[in-house]
Nanobody, 127 residues
Framework: QLHLVESGGGLVQPGGSLRLSCAAS????????IGWFRQAPGKEREGVSC????????NYADSVKGRFTISRENAKNTVYLQMNSLKPEDTAIYYC????????????????????WGQGTQVTVSS
């Protein structure tokens, strides 16, 4: 069984920080493109960030650029999303997703489709 599990969500005040983790079991993440997505109530899911499996190139939505950072820790088979300067509009369920383990990508796009998804973690930014 292939599983992705997100963690690290919670309630934070505006301006605060959270670090989300995306851990895999049953497969490795270092040869896959990983994407982070979010979905707020009543809104469509949107791509937040992604990181490639070759060279570690990253991509960010304009709304989070300069505030969020995606990174890998291959030894822990985990991908992180560091979120700083959080705003109420960042409130959403955050999901990570992984590509198939074939192919080598030097860049990634936020609207790619992914076959493997986690269950999501809630992030609430409120005072």
């Amino acid at each position: 069984q292939l599983h992705l599990v997100e963690s690290g969500g919670g309630l934070v005040q505006p301006g605060g920080s959270l670090r989300l983790s995306c851990a895999a079991s049953g497969f490795t993440l270092d040869n896959r493109v990983i994407g982070w997505f979010r979905q707020a109530p009543g809104k469509e899911r949107e791509g937040v960030s992604c990181i490639t499996n070759r060279g570690g190139s990253t991509n960010y939505a304009d709304s989070v650029k300069g505030r969020f950072t995606i990174s890998r820790e291959n030894a822990k088979n985990t991908v992180y999303l560091q979120m700083n300067s959080l705003k109420p509009e960042d409130t959403a369920i955050y999901y990570c997703a992984a590509s198939y383990g074939s192919g080598s990508y030097i860049r990634c796009a936020l609207d790619w489709s992914y076959p493997y998804w986690g269950q999501g973690t809630q992030v609430t930014v409120s005072s």
